[in-house]
């Protein structure tokens, strides 16, 4: 006999729900994480509401923020060159874009804009359930993602976001020493983007942000905090008037798009970060970025490169998940955990499905 597990379940547009589901047993060629923590997402809420529907299978379990250990590795395995250095009780999370490495995007080296990608927590079954089972052609690409040192659950979870934000911050350029960084947006993405830029030199990063609970958490991770109305004039002070040389967009709000315009300095580069809602538009002064040279970018999703830098950063200390993920619920009080996301409770939201 079979034996069961509870999965979260999205079975249609905003119908969610905690199931039952075989607990699987790896086939050849592929790998069952025993998951230990899944932090939960904006995107996740647009799923749960059915706002999001584009790449999810409904019937699908949700959770892409995994952190697990390897629980069974099937048969072939460990002889792929991917797979040879995995074993059963090590720490290991997933990159979740799962691509099909021969279409135009993947064979540039952005597999994570291929065009017939499917994710681990929308179209894959995700970590909200005891066991993720990672199959055979992710596990071939080189997917399963082991950790070097063992590091806590919640902040191995984490390395999906990360990974994302790493990508936003390449897209850009990075910030160089010295520079100045304005980071719209004090949510975990807005504090993942303050600590990655203060460790790679940035002089200052500005925050802003509406709740004081968050400006604390940035304030704390080093940041110069404001709130939103103040934000043109905090910077102005702190450039003596020049801009800022990096501007990140960490929320979804469309006339954002104008505003980071105006903040950056004369050839400052520019991070529409976050996603927008479906059909947004907004109206910007495209002089800004002709006479002021400033470049434009965005970021979607992560390779797996960028996992695998995201683990060290995070295994390292590099990066501290503490303020970051600040509350943690067992599975069965999944509710609890999505009104605490909607209601901003905290920062980050975690669920441990061993409880
Ligand atoms: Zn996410
Ligand atoms: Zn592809």
Same mark, same amino acid.
């Given at each position: 006999?079979?034996?069961?597990?509870?999965?979260?379940?999205?079975?249609?547009?905003?119908?969610?729900?905690?199931?039952? +589901?075989?607990?699987?047993?790896?086939?050849?060629?592929?790998?069952?994480?025993?998951?230990?923590?899944? /932090?939960?997402?904006?995107?996740?809420?647009?799923?749960?509401?059915?706002? +999001?529907?584009?790449?999810?299978?409904?019937?699908?379990?949700?959770?892409?923020?995994?952190?697990?250990?390897?629980?069974?590795?099937?048969?072939?395995?460990?002889?792929?060159?991917?797979?040879?250095?995995?074993?059963?009780?090590?720490?290991?999370?997933?990159?979740?874009?799962?691509?099909?490495?021969?279409?135009?995007?993947?064979?540039?080296? $952005?597999?994570?804009?291929?065009?017939?990608?499917?994710?681990?927590?929308?179209?894959?079954?995700?970590?909200?359930?005891?066991?993720?089972?990672?199959?055979?052609?992710?596990?071939?690409?080189?997917?399963?993602?082991?950790?070097?040192?063992?590091?806590?659950?919640?902040?191995?979870?984490?390395?999906?976001?990360?990974?994302?934000?790493?990508?936003?911050?390449?897209?850009?350029?990075?910030?160089?020493?010295?520079?100045?960084?304005?980071?719209?947006?004090?949510?975990?993405?807005?504090?993942?983007?303050?600590?990655?830029?203060?460790?790679?030199?940035?002089?200052?990063?500005?925050?802003?942000?509406?709740?004081?609970?968050?400006?604390?958490?940035?304030?704390?991770?080093?940041?110069?905090? /404001?709130?939103?109305?103040?934000?043109?004039?905090?910077?102005?002070?702190?450039?003596?008037?020049?801009?800022?040389?990096?501007?990140?967009?960490?929320?979804?709000?469309?006339?954002?798009?104008?505003?980071?315009?105006?903040?950056?300095?004369?050839?400052?580069?520019?991070?529409?970060?976050?996603?927008?809602?479906?059909?947004?538009? #907004?109206?910007?002064?495209?002089?800004?970025?002709?006479?002021?040279?400033?470049?434009?970018?965005?970021?979607?999703? #992560?390779?797996?490169?960028?996992?695998?830098?995201?683990?060290?950063?995070?295994?390292?200390?590099?990066?501290?998940? $503490?303020?970051?993920?600040?509350?943690?619920?067992?599975?069965?009080?999944?509710?609890?955990?999505?009104?605490?996301? +909607?209601?901003?409770?905290?920062? +980050?939201?975690?669920?441990?499905?061993? $409880?």
């Amino acid at each position: 006999m079979t034996s069961t597990m509870p999965a979260l379940t999205l079975r249609g547009p905003g119908d969610v729900a905690l199931t039952d +589901k075989p607990v699987p047993e790896p086939g050849p060629g592929e790998v069952l994480l025993a998951v230990e923590a899944t /932090t939960i997402c904006g995107t996740d809420l647009r799923l749960i509401s059915g706002q +999001k529907t584009s790449g999810v299978r409904y019937g699908a379990t949700l959770g892409h923020e995994v952190a697990g250990r390897i629980a069974a590795i099937g048969e072939g395995v460990t002889d792929l060159p991917t797979g040879a250095n995995l074993r059963v009780g090590q720490q290991a999370t997933v990159s979740i874009v799962v691509s099909c490495g021969t279409c135009r995007a993947c064979l540039a080296g $952005r597999e994570h804009l291929c065009t017939s990608m499917e994710l681990v927590g929308y179209a894959i079954d995700g970590g909200l359930a005891p066991y993720l089972l990672v199959p055979a052609r992710a596990v071939a690409r080189g997917n399963v993602i082991p950790v070097p040192a063992e590091i806590p659950a919640n902040r191995l979870a984490i390395a999906e976001p990360m990974s994302c934000v790493l990508n936003g911050h390449r897209r850009h350029g990075g910030v160089n020493p010295g520079e100045t960084v304005v980071v719209i947006g004090g949510g975990p993405i807005g504090l993942l983007h303050t600590q990655l830029n203060l460790a790679s030199g940035a002089a200052q990063v500005i925050l802003s942000e509406n709740n004081e609970s968050r400006r604390a958490s940035g304030a704390e991770l080093g940041a110069v905090t /404001t709130a939103p109305d103040q934000l043109e004039a905090v910077l102005a002070e702190r450039t003596e008037g020049w801009g800022a040389d990096v501007v990140v967009v960490a929320i979804g709000l469309p006339f954002l798009a104008q505003t980071s315009l105006s903040l950056a300095a004369p050839g400052g580069r520019v991070s529409w970060f976050a996603g927008f809602p479906k059909d947004a538009t #907004a109206e910007v002064d495209p002089n800004t970025v002709h006479y002021g040279e400033v470049t434009v970018s965005g970021g979607s999703n #992560a390779r797996r490169a960028d996992v695998h830098d995201a683990v060290r950063l995070l295994s390292r200390g590099v990066i501290d998940e $503490r303020p970051i993920v600040t509350h943690t619920f067992g599975l069965s009080e999944w509710e609890s955990a999505i009104d605490a996301v +909607k209601n901003h409770v905290g920062v +980050k939201i975690a669920i441990d499905p061993t $409880r």
